[in-house]
């Protein structure tokens, strides 16, 4: 199934609204301007009779529509606010520096705005982002084998207890706690969306989760457990043909992954994630849908929670799965990632070898 646009009326009423559950997944082409918007166009509604209602940008261009420059159409959501392009071009000039509400005021921006924009983006404020960004580089030192002393200070720490206490929240523990040569091992991968932590052993993928996701340090801690204490820092050969697979997903030049995977989950989860790993890239389906695929139609509601239990994210792609109205719905990556997931997909959906 593929997306069917909501009738004109809902998709109107989410116009006026600037709903952004739709952005991404629906465009207005105003007859009387001959434009094109995104649904959360910050400019003055046009009357329901001027608009018609798109899936896609190639089909408003199609019908003769031109993007507008209020909302930037063609431009990632993100881009569309300057205020983020500015601060994420200064978080990647130095990301090393420890930003403060200050340094974003000497830019002659308003934090509270700065706050709420990157927020509505990215799930997190920019100092957030940046802290993350920070704990990245101690992250990469422990992989290396490092002391966590070195792992402080390249994070750009200057009290070993801060450390401690901003790595625990970020993976559930401190990083003292990890294992030498651990059955199971962490890494941390840099994508487009954001980072991720992936947990492998010798021969499979046990977690693939972004990094900012809440639920993270509880599945890091179930692995630990799983693993009888013997989680640490580093990779395997699987690691690294997981890292080239995603680089190919984000490059656009395949959809499909390989590399094996370890399930933790109950009979009928696995049997739903098996089910994810059957919609094509570039397709979407319903809970309702999925509940049909694995011959159980009326049970949508654990349907969904297999699909929010789901640790190994992209691979199994559970943001394939939306509502039943079209609306994107829960996503523990957060719903911007999601809309830009499907966005992604859109380019494999004749050429996906699934």
Request: charged fraction near 20%.
């Amino acid at each position: 199934m593929m997306f069917d646009l909501p009738d004109h009326h809902t998709l109107y009423d989410a116009l006026c609204a600037r709903d952004d559950r739709y952005d991404g997944r629906a465009w207005v082409g105003v007859s009387s301007t001959g434009i094109f918007c995104r649904l959360t166009c910050p400019a003055r509604n046009p009357k329901p009779e001027n608009c018609q209602f798109f899936p896609s940008i190639s089909a408003c261009i199609e019908a003769g529509f031109r993007p507008c420059k209020r909302c930037r159409p063609l431009a990632p959501a993100a881009a569309a606010e300057p205020v983020i392009q500015m601060l994420l071009n200064a978080l990647e000039a130095d990301p090393s520096y420890r930003f403060r509400e200050e340094d974003i005021a000497a830019m002659g921006l308003d934090p509270s705005t700065v706050r709420r924009a990157f927020k509505r983006h990215y799930g997190m404020t920019f100092l957030e982002m940046a802290r993350q960004r920070r704990l990245r580089d101690g992250f990469t030192t422990l992989a290396n084998g490092g002391p966590v002393i070195d792992a402080q200070l390249d994070a750009g720490f200057e009290s070993a207890s801060a450390f401690r206490t901003a790595f625990g929240k970020l993976m559930g523990q401190s990083p003292g706690s990890f294992a030498k040569d651990a059955l199971l091992r962490a890494d941390w991968i840099d994508t487009p969306l954001g980072a991720m932590v992936t947990v492998c052993d010798a021969r499979t993928v046990h977690l693939l989760e972004f990094i900012d996701r809440k639920a993270l340090p509880r599945s890091l801690k179930k692995l630990q457990s799983y693993a009888k204490g013997s989680l640490g820092f580093g990779s395997f050969d699987v690691t690294a043909q997981l890292k080239a697979e995603l680089a190919a997903f984000f490059a656009g030049q395949n959809a499909a992954f390989s590399v094996p995977l370890a399930y933790h989950g109950s009979a009928f989860t696995q049997q739903v994630w098996r089910a994810l790993r059957e919609i094509p890239a570039g397709e979407t389906r319903s809970y309702s849908d999925m509940a049909q695929a694995i011959n159980r139609p009326t049970a949508m509601r654990a349907v969904a929670r297999a699909n929010g239990a789901n640790q190994i994210a992209l691979i199994i792609p559970c943001h394939r799965v939306i509502g039943a109205d079209g609306s994107l719905t829960g996503y523990g990556g957060g719903l911007w990632r999601k809309q830009r997931l499907i966005e992604l997909e859109q380019n494999y959906r004749t050429t996906s070898p699934r």
